[in-house]
């Protein structure tokens, strides 16, 4: 499926949008965007940081499009181009442009259950069968979809979208203009207990969880809410699918978590760090600002700012790639030293 | 808990449906199925491609089952029994007979919110607090289970089943005869963002999820929406819970996707791929027709056809358990190099 | 966020209820629950098996708190004292104290959809956009919050809480005084198929799931329903968010299952078993009384009881750390054997 374009822009203010130069005729007109291969007449093609220049060229060739997004350095192409350091910025602007998002306007539809006690601003949009309960706030222009869940005395704030099935559960507060993927939960319980007489016994969890501005939470994440304080979600972070992250959990700001990371207990994030897929962290662990975790890494102590890490226990990423590789020669070597062994057996024997 | 049966059939009625053969007393009176343990009289119990036939032989002798079904190939056993090929077949059978499918019937539920611009056959179904938006179309005896979502201009087909809590999100299609377990999300935008300037800036997502036919998808699933294609589910395949399937992934026919699985972005799976629980695969990879990648693999590269893999990073199965293996002689391994070391030390100073 | 307290307690007072002692001034009046960090005036703090007492005294030192909470056999400290063998069991009292559980208290909100064959108890409690289908069964003091599911002839246990987006399916039975996080679902279909003539048959999942009493489960868990027998979660077990426990599993009283676990079909957890965080565990295998399997180990056969044990293939977890360690060294060990047997083979020229 490409989705219907009906907006129509030249390649010169695209340019101007996007604060990029134009190579070739900046006239041609444009009317979507696609890939290389399925774009047709009018439409607006892309090249990323390729690898493999001289393939995507070739491809170019053959394609319908009528101009293409590339790299400020990108050889000549076939096309009339548009030029950036950065060509996802290129893309962002012309998706912006013909897509333009379509925020879904409720206003307070009549099958939502809003409380009386509740503070519904009158620009923010409530869906059906959607669920505000006493002492919520919901900021301007917030959109609360149907079936999507705002607890008692939760606070949604200015510009955000709360997709449906979404929970935002009792104390909890999201800043502007963030999104909430469909079926997050955000404020359940963090998982304390402690053994008394043989049985879990639970510690209440009090605490709540604080989402600051410009935050993305995937669809089915789940952040537990503090046990005593808040587990916070930094400005800018943006989380993808079915996150796990514990109690008292502290993330910083522009943090990039990628699908399936399970974040333990009072664990510290600083500024700028990601997690690729995956990956587990233990809890009480602070990981250094701008520091990567490769997919599937388990974060096991403390990790210096600017790290590149992976595996388990969490190594320097160079490290843990060369025993990887050392591993396949591991049963070889069993059978080397097993040789040896024996030539040095007859060698004592000489 | 055994759920009751009220319905009777006899072994060789049984045999017709399943197109297998009685051996013993084909006129015995069956009233439900149980396990060998569990069976009472009259119930049929059930023998799959057990590796120890001797045990089971002993077991069914002390059972009060009235039949059992059994592979072609099985012994002599002390009940009549349905030999076929491949018993599962049999199980379903005697179960589609035991226990008919109540599909729902909701009609169009009071309690349920449906666009007036929606355009819902006249056969399907759609439970209390469900909501149809605008644009949506609900094929022919298709069920919309209580508190499920289907978005704007999103499609159901027909006969599929779409359990309480289930999101349909926006222009999403869902082909004939599905089942989408609850609290699966089908649509929610995919992860990607740019840096630009110091922020993680958002990339609109606006292609969509297609579903072929007879695809089942497992509770809290999530699949997300193509970046400017369609994320696709080919026909057949079955997908079960918690499984997260990123934006543009392109998944054949007849695969089987096992619970808790991450399939990173713009990945494709061939037809009949199964990948076991807890796989992860990172992202713009093929995986070959028929490949198997065993449970907990990281898929790091492509996959050549009818391959059966595991490990991470990815090698063939048999090589990836004899690594396995070797490992736990490492710690022994270097200790026998140091005393090598030492005696070939002590041969130099011979 | 420290959340309101507004009752007063008598250090006294806490040490009766929790059965400690006073070291130091008992009559000291406690508003709230802090960390030494954040305690005001009046605040009690707490102080649980520190490692580093040192480090902790000092803290004390320069806290504003007018208590703590301590092990039994802490040394001295600047502030009086309530000591206790398990320190968390008067954090857990004081808890209670302060934020006394505010149970939901929706009777049967007018924006539920409740079915004329279901009976609800007069004492219970059912929220705005909840579902409760024919012949389910509410008990006493149990709460049903707003936009859960409660399906045909399910039945939830006296004082049990239900949170948002809950899906209990059809026949499911959950105990007394259990707690079910937000999106968790309890039912959806095992994932059984076979294959028949080259596409993936549905076994039908007949089954039903029974959860014991005093049972916790965490947001976006996923059970499954047995296939013919129930799938069952015993009496006090705990389970964290994100875990997935697959058709006909058999988990024991008391056991603790931390987030994002998987748990393959028909295995089964004796009690008091603990799975740490993103364990897997294959099929058909049973997990000795009181083990314990280490974050990320895959059980692939039995455990005995009353094992420690991680990795993948499982094993001791002393072993498997002495593994871990050996793997930095394998690089080194290929190059040392490269040396050895050039020695060996320049000896052997000698």
Same mark, same amino acid.
């Given at each position: 499926?490409?989705?219907?374009?009906?907006?129509?822009?030249?390649?010169?203010?695209?340019?101007?949008?996007?604060?990029?130069?134009?190579?070739?005729?900046?006239?041609?007109?444009?009317?979507?965007?696609?890939?290389?291969?399925?774009?047709?007449?009018?439409?607006?093609?892309?090249?990323?940081?390729?690898?493999?220049?001289?393939?995507?060229?070739?491809?170019?060739?053959?394609?319908?499009?009528?101009?293409?997004?590339?790299?400020?350095?990108?050889?000549?192409?076939?096309?009339?181009?548009?030029?950036?350091?950065?060509?996802?910025?290129?893309?962002?602007?012309?998706?912006?442009?013909?897509?333009?998002?379509?925020?879904?306007?409720?206003?307070?539809?009549?099958?939502?259950?809003?409380?009386?006690?509740?503070?519904?601003?009158?620009?923010?949009?409530?869906?059906?069968?959607?669920?505000?309960?006493?002492?919520?706030?919901?900021?301007?222009?917030?959109?609360?979809?149907?079936?999507?869940?705002?607890?008692?005395?939760?606070?949604?704030?200015?510009? $955000? &979208? +709360?997709?449906? @099935?979404?929970? /935002?559960?009792?104390?909890?507060?999201?800043?502007? =203009?963030?999104? !909430?993927?469909? *079926?997050?939960?955000?404020?359940?319980?963090?998982?304390?207990?402690?053994?008394?007489?043989?049985?879990?016994?639970?510690?209440?969890?009090?605490?709540?969880?604080?989402?600051?501005?410009?935050?993305?939470?995937?669809?089915?994440?789940?952040?537990?809410?503090?046990?005593?304080?808040? $587990? &916070? +979600?930094?400005? @800018?972070?943006? /989380?993808?699918?079915?996150?796990?992250?514990?109690? =008292?959990?502290? !993330?910083?700001? *522009?943090?990039?978590?990628?699908?399936?990371?399970?974040?333990?207990?009072?664990?510290?994030?600083?500024?700028?760090?990601?997690?690729?897929?995956?990956?587990?962290?233990?809890?009480?662990?602070?990981?250094?600002?701008?520091?990567?975790?490769?997919?599937?890494?388990?974060?096991?102590?403390?990790?210096?700012?600017?790290?590149?890490?992976?595996?388990?226990?969490?190594?320097?990423?160079?490290?843990?790639?060369?025993?990887?590789?050392?591993?396949?020669?591991?049963?070889?070597?069993?059978?080397?030293?097993?040789?040896?062994?024996?030539?040095?057996?007859?060698?004592?024997?000489?």
């Amino acid at each position: 499926m490409i989705p219907k374009q009906s907006r129509t822009i030249s390649l010169h203010e695209l340019a101007r949008l996007a604060e990029g130069r134009v190579v070739g005729d900046g006239n041609v007109l444009l009317t979507g965007v696609a890939s290389a291969h399925d774009a047709g007449p009018g439409q607006l093609t892309f090249l990323s940081g390729a690898k493999n220049y001289a393939a995507y060229i070739e491809l170019l060739k053959s394609s319908k499009a009528a101009a293409v997004i590339a790299p400020e350095d990108a050889p000549d192409l076939s096309l009339p181009s548009l030029r950036l350091k950065n060509p996802y910025y290129g893309l962002v602007k012309a998706l912006e442009f013909f897509f333009p998002a379509e925020k879904p306007d409720y206003s307070l539809h009549p099958a939502a259950f809003v409380s009386e006690n509740a503070e519904v601003d009158a620009s923010a949009s409530v869906g059906p069968n959607a669920v505000v309960e006493e002492g919520a706030v919901i900021d301007a222009g917030a959109v609360i979809c149907g079936q999507a869940y705002v607890g008692r005395n939760a606070r949604i704030g200015s510009n $955000t &979208l +709360i997709h449906p @099935g979404v929970r /935002i559960l009792a104390g909890c507060v999201v800043g502007k =203009n963030c999104i !909430i993927h469909a *079926n997050a939960v955000v404020g359940s319980d963090g998982f304390g207990f402690t053994l008394h007489q043989g049985r879990q016994l639970k510690v209440p969890q009090v605490g709540n969880v604080v989402i600051e501005d410009d935050v993305e939470i995937g669809a089915c994440v789940t952040i537990d809410r503090g046990a005593l304080v808040s $587990t &916070l +979600i930094g400005a @800018g972070t943006k /989380i993808d699918n079915m996150v796990h992250i514990a109690h =008292n959990v502290q !993330i910083g700001r *522009n943090c990039v978590i990628v699908a399936q990371v399970g974040i333990s207990g009072s664990t510290i994030l600083e500024d700028e760090v990601t997690l690729a897929g995956q990956v587990g962290t233990v809890g009480h662990v602070r990981v250094g600002k701008g520091t990567t975790v490769a997919a599937r890494g388990v974060v096991t102590s403390d990790v210096a700012p600017g790290s590149f890490v992976s595996g388990f226990p969490l190594k320097p990423h160079s490290e843990e790639r060369k025993i990887l590789a050392s591993l396949r020669r591991l049963p070889d070597l069993i059978k080397k030293v097993r040789e040896l062994e024996k030539m040095l057996e007859g060698n004592d024997k000489k």
